[in-house]
């Protein structure tokens, strides 16, 4: 069995440029998650995607924005990159909506500058 | 919204003893509990659950305890093992396994 897998494990942007970070989801899981990890922090609920389509939102604006392809994989985008959105980026796999954990994949770690 | 405290921030314990980590959570709607263990430079794994209709759940030397009433719940590690330090996080949700309100994490130290 896969695990999730995330790419790139490290990036570093620089503030007002746009990223995109990738996701492919464990084996059998249909829908993706993304959260966001601040340094010391817990994780923060970004969007789920279900059926390539987006699936609740937590309190994060507009310029981030997500994918999920027919494969169930998964992009991030985010836009006009601010210092404070230097985080661990992390995805998580789980099948169906509220029918099964959540399993998270080892992150993205973006520093913006 | 759900908001979701976790104590202590950090714990130190000798090899052998037990720990607890403790956490409450303020939406009654919430019926979802899990457990998180991260170690450096890796996600979140998942330890063990725990669903609103069931008060408490066991896996080896890990458990976990529920008061719905007092909204909170609690997690016991017994006979701790260095391989057992990490940061554990406490989450909740309305849904299982969806859009989870984390703790802000326990270091826990385990002294050989």
């Known amino acids: 069995e896969t695990g999730v897998t995330q790419s790139p494990t490290h990036l570093i942007k620089t503030r007002g440029q746009q990223v995109t970070l990738r996701c492919s989801s464990q084996?059998?899981?249909?829908?993706v998650s993304w959260y966001q990890q601040a340094l010391g922090q817990g994780p923060q609920f970004i969007f789920q995607?279900?059926?390539?389509?987006?699936?609740g939102r937590g309190n994060f604006p507009p310029r981030f924005s997500g994918l999920q392809f027919p494969n169930y994989s998964s992009e991030l985008n985010v836009n006009a990159l601010e210092l404070d959105d230097s985080a661990l980026y992390l995805c998580?796999?789980?099948?169906?909506?509220?029918?099964?954990?959540?399993?998270f994949g080892n992150g993205t770690r973006l520093t913006v500058t | 919204g759900e908001n979701v405290e976790q104590h202590p921030s950090t714990l130190s314990v000798q090899e052998g003893d037990s720990a607890v980590i403790k956490c409450t959570y303020s939406?009654?709607?919430?019926?979802?509990f899990p457990w998180y263990k991260q170690e450096l430079g890796k996600g979140p794994q998942l330890i063990i659950d725990?669903?609103?209709?069931?008060g408490e759940k066991k896996d080896q030397r890990i458990a976990v305890t529920l008061n719905k009433t007092a909204k909170h719940f609690s997690l016991h590690i017994t006979e701790t093992q260095p391989e057992d330090s990490a940061v554990y996080f406490c989450?909740?949700?309305?849904?299982?396994?969806?859009?989870?309100?984390f703790g802000a994490g326990t270091i826990l130290r385990v002294k050989s």
């Open positions: 998580a796999s789980s099948l169906g909506t509220g029918n099964s954990p959540l399993h």
């Open positions: 084996s059998g899981h249909n829908t």
């Open positions: 995607y279900y059926r390539e389509e987006e699936n």
């Open positions: 939406d009654s709607a919430s019926n979802y």
């Open positions: 725990i669903r609103s209709n069931v």
């Open positions: 989450a909740a949700s309305k849904e299982y396994g969806n859009k989870l309100v």
